[in-house]
C-alpha cells in the first residue's frame, strides 16, 4: 500500500497467517494456496481475505489485489517467482528471495539458524555468477569479494503502491565498476551499499522476523529512511 500509513498494530488473526505462511514457505520453499491456509488456521475465504490485506498494509507480504484467491505475490523474504537472488539448502534450490537486500536477511529466519544458506544470485549488469553464504545473519564468505549492492531507486518512491518496484531496484553487482555500468544501462543513477551496509540495513527490521510472533507493521517513511542510510554512511546525494 502507499508509504506514510500511520502506525497500527496486527490484529489476531493476521498474527496467526502470518506465522503460518512464515513455517509453510520455510518448510516448502514456495507460497501456500488459500486452501493450505484455510486448514492451517480454519478460517473461512474472507476471512483469510481480510488478514491477508492487513498483512500486505504492514509490508509483511504482497497480494495481487485483483486477484479473487488472493494470489501471494512475496512474504518477505522470500518471492513467489524467479528473481536475482535464490536461496540453496543443502547444495538444493530452496526458494526465491525477493531482492539483494532480502537475500542479505534471510539466514536470520528461526527454522535457518545455524545452517549454511547459499544465496546464489549474478551482476544486475552483465550476468555473472554472484555467490555468498550466510549464517545467523552474517556473510560466512563472497564471491568475489568485490560484491556490492546498487539500489536504483529513491526511497521517496519507495512502497508508493507496494514494493515490487523497490524490490527489483535492489540488485547484485560485481564491484563498483559494474555499478556505473548497470545505471547506464537502467538509465538511472543510484545508491551503492557494501555488503555490512547491507546487512545493517536489514538488521533494523528483521531482527525479529519469525523469532517474535507479535512483530509490528513495517511502514515506508521516506525521510526517515534517507536519515537511516545517512547514518550508515551511504551516499545517498543522488536522490537530493
Known sequence: MAQ??????FGEDAIKVRQFLYQFWCERGYP???????????FDRRRLMQAYR????????????????VNILKCMPFSAYPTQARLMMDGRFHSYLGCAMEAMAAS?????????????????????RIGLVMTDGAVI????????IHVSLSPWYWN????????????????????????????????????????AFVSRGVSTRMWDP????????????????????????MWE
Open 4 to 9: 506514510n500509513v500511520p502506525d497500527f498494530r
Open 32 to 42: 501456500p494456496a488459500l486452501r493450505d491456509a484455510a486448514e492451517a488456521t480454519g
Open 54 to 69: 492487513e498483512l500486505d498494509l504492514g509490508i509483511m507480504i504482497v497480494i495481487d489485489q485483483e486477484a479473487e484467491n
Open 108 to 128: 536470520r529466519m528461526p527454522p535457518f539458524a545455524g545452517k549454511a544458506c547459499e544465496i546464489e544470485a549474478y551482476c544486475a549488469c552483465c550476468l555473472a
Open 141 to 148: 564468505s563472497a564471491r568475489p569479494d568485490s560484491v556490492l
Open 160 to 199: 508508493t503502491t507496494n514494493v515490487m518496484r523497490m524490490c527489483d531496484s535492489m540488485n547484485f553487482v560485481l564491484d563498483r565498476s559494474h555499478a556505473d555500468r548497470f545505471e547506464r544501462q537502467a538509465g538511472r543513477r543510484g545508491a551503492i551499499f557494501t555488503l555490512e551496509q547491507g546487512l
Open 214 to 237: 507479535h512483530r509490528p507493521p513495517d511502514f515506508i517513511r521516506p525521510a526517515q529512511m534517507l536519515d537511516g542510510l545517512k547514518s550508515l554512511g551511504v551516499d545517498v546525494s
